[in-house]
């Protein structure tokens, strides 16, 4: 393997490597004739990234080992070549990566300005592939937003925030902290912010649904998308399938593969033991809705409510899964706020109505009323033989 | 002014008087050699000479010269006394590090000799302190015994393309490694981490290379921890000038100009690790 990139795309690489960096431990490597593929995954198999650099993207692209060359180093040892990312525009000129197969040593050369040369030889292993299986072209749901928009969302949400819930209707899309179960509810901040449709590049919406993923992994690739200003797509069904965004331009492809939350009981995370499924939905319909809406002036319309939206405030939120709970109004609707903090005594009409719901308020059949439990595997690691 | 009134009956008893007008002429120079407690302060007609060791290996001097001083009156040959070097720092930024502009600290260091304490009188927008700080029998700085005349290997580089590889120094390194010689790769720093070794070249053409006087291929190790010690200089400095030995030793030079545009000098001095060996 032996290419060399030039001026801003050094920078382009270096940022890539950098949002891999925020995903898994590992960076797996792999030339190939379509380009190069940079690979990684979280402990957990949870969350799997992925750039495929083209060869045009490069000034030099050789591959004289041909297929079956793969390898991987640990990611902080790749990340020290590209240090002080911010000053790698001004004073690198090129970078040339070349394998020197007998030392099993990946040369990074950095060409920089005043005629300094810095070499990096790392040290890999060979590696098994690492491939997750996934048809982004088959997806339900389908946004693709500026950079911009996405990272200005996000900075409403605390560092310190793991998941997030995106939940879509026809026109709308709501950005909302997923809150655990078991955090105690009075301590609980909601933040929830709703985009129109406009907003967005592209807004295909198929079926309303809600998925709920890990926000760092979502940060890790807008620090690419922010830097190279491509638009990031988000491809997702329903809870439990896994969500995928992707960057793309003429000569790279970057995918990031994250695991969503599974809505039921059937195949949870570690944190939540098994619990009970929900019972027959079939005693709700529209209009026990509504007038649970006319009864909360403060609550705002949800996406599964045809009312005019209003501003939200601030509440409790359904958790998305559909065990029986005192502020859970029903599924994870954002419409169904009943804040706590504006319970009054005068108001146990209120707290009854929430302890009747439970399971989904949709009648069965609609997209997202009665799902079954999907598996939350998104990754298949394919062990080839070593050749 | 309240600082000269309070030493002019002391005046005569103090073997040793610098003023300076801000004292951060010194107190930064002093900050880049704090890597140890202890500061042995040499002075003589020529300004003050301030020297901290670390492990028998590594000596570090900065160099004050009397011009720099609004006042510097000493009244013998040479006054040497040993202090804290991180209290005295402490007490000559006792009001604060605020650089609001047209503000700053007046100085005056005075010592009456053996066995009397060192005074510092610090004034700053009309408040005075006075610190009284123990000194120390000093201790002989080590002498490298490196003299110019034994100097196999010189280059003067601007210090902006070294504080860039010395900040990515891969440090999981035990050593770096200073390859000097006429030939390719001229003047390179190498690190050897866990995840494999660094190479940072510089070619004896580039416009940061200033001096390029190599005669003999020198590869020398000396250990990163104490090498480490010299980035605060080389952060503060503008040039440097790296020198070697017959033996391996190495010098290091850093100019450093002060917020007056006065010149001090840093000076390193660093026992190899071990011999790699001379091509």
Redesign the interface.
């Known amino acids: 393997m032996d290419c060399v990139v030039t001026g801003g795309n050094v920078k382009v690489l270096a940022k890539a490597i950098h949002s891999l960096s925020r995903i898994g431990d590992e960076l797996y490597l792999e030339p190939q004739e379509d380009g190069l593929t940079l690979r990684t995954v979280n402990s957990s198999r949870s969350a799997y990234a992925c750039f495929l650099f083209a060869p045009l993207f490069f000034s030099r692209y050789v591959n004289p080992e041909g297929h079956g060359f793969r390898c991987k180093?640990?990611i902080?040892?790749v990340q020290?070549v590209f240090?002080?990312l911010a000053?790698l525009e001004k004073?690198v000129e090129k970078c040339h990566i070349e394998l020197d197969a007998d030392r099993n040593?990946l040369t990074f050369t950095l060409h920089c300005k005043?005629?300094?040369?810095?070499?990096?030889?790392?040290?890999f292993q060979d590696s098994e592939s690492l491939q997750a299986l996934f048809d982004k072209d088959s997806s339900t749901n389908v946004l693709k937003a500026q950079p911009r928009v996405l990272a200005d969302t996000v900075l409403n949400f605390p560092p310190s925030l793991d998941e997030v819930t995106v939940t879509v209707s026809d026109e709308r899309v709501w950005f909302r902290n997923h809150v655990d179960q078991e955090a105690e509810p009075s301590k609980a901040m909601l933040t929830e912010l709703c985009l129109s449709s406009d907003e967005f590049d592209h807004f295909e919406v198929r079926a309303r649904s809600s998925v709920t993923f890990c926000l760092k992994e979502l940060r890790g690739l807008l620090v690419f998308a922010e830097s190279t200003g491509l638009p990031v797509s988000m491809y997702f069904d329903k809870p439990g399938s896994p969500v995928v965004l992707s960057v793309t331009d003429s000569v790279l492809d970057g995918n990031f593969v994250l695991a969503t939350l599974s809505d039921e009981s059937g195949v949870q995370t570690s944190d939540r033991a098994g619990t009970p499924a929900p019972p027959a939905d079939d005693f709700m319909n529209d209009e026990l809705e509504s007038y649970l809406i006319a009864m909360d002036t403060s609550m705002a319309a949800g996406p599964s409510v045809p009312a005019p939206p209003a501003p939200l405030a601030p509440g409790r939120v359904g958790s998305p899964t559909a065990t029986p709970d005192p502020w859970s109004p029903a599924h994870s609707e954002p419409g169904e706020d009943l804040t706590e903090e504006e319970e009054e005594p005068g108001r146990p009409p209120n707290k009854k109505f929430r302890s009747l719901f439970f399971g989904s308020v949709y009648p069965p059949g609609s997209p997202l009323g009665g799902h079954t439990p999907s598996s939350q595997k998104v990754l298949a690691s394919d062990s080839e033989e070593d050749g | 002014m309240p600082l000269s009134t309070q030493s002019q009956t002391d005046d005569a008893q103090y073997i040793l008087v610098a003023s300076l007008d801000n004292a951060r002429n010194i107190s930064n120079i002093l900050k880049a050699i704090t890597f140890k407690d202890h500061a042995i302060f040499s002075a003589t007609p020529n300004g003050l000479k301030v020297t901290v060791e670390d492990s028998k290996c590594l000596q570090a001097n900065a160099f004050i010269q009397a011009d720099i001083f609004q006042e510097f009156t000493i009244k013998e040959d040479s006054v040497g006394f040993q202090v804290n070097l991180t209290v005295l720092l402490d007490c000559l930024t006792i009001f604060g590090g605020s650089t609001v502009p047209g503000v700053s600290t007046a100085l005056r260091m005075c010592y009456m000799g053996y066995g009397y304490p060192l005074t510092l009188f610090l004034e700053e927008g009309g408040v005075v302190t006075v610190c009284k700080i123990n000194t120390q029998e000093p201790e002989e700085p080590i002498d490298f015994d490196f003299c110019s005349s034994n100097v196999t290997n010189k280059v003067i580089l601007q210090s902006e393309s070294l504080k860039e590889a010395f900040s990515e120094l891969d440090m999981t390194s035990e050593v770096l490694q200073i390859t000097m010689s006429p030939n390719q790769p001229y003047f390179r720093l190498s690190t050897f981490g866990n995840s494999g070794n660094a190479h940072y070249d510089y070619p004896k053409d580039s416009d940061m290379m200033e001096l390029f006087q190599c005669t003999k291929t020198q590869i020398n190790r000396y250990k990163m921890s104490l090498l480490k010690s010299s980035t605060k200089a080389l952060a503060l400095s503008c040039k440097v000038s790296v020198r070697t030995d017959s033996r391996g030793f190495l010098s290091l030079q850093y100019l450093v100009r002060n917020n007056d545009g006065q010149i001090c000098f840093v000076e390193y001095y660093c026992c190899p690790d071990e011999e790699v060996g001379d091509d």
Not at chain 1, 114 to 123: A, E
Request: hydrophobic share 30%; aromatic share 0%; no cysteine.
């Open positions: 180093m640990a902080k040892s020290a240090r002080s000053t004073t040593r005043h005629g300094l040369l810095k070499t990096h030889n790392l040290s």
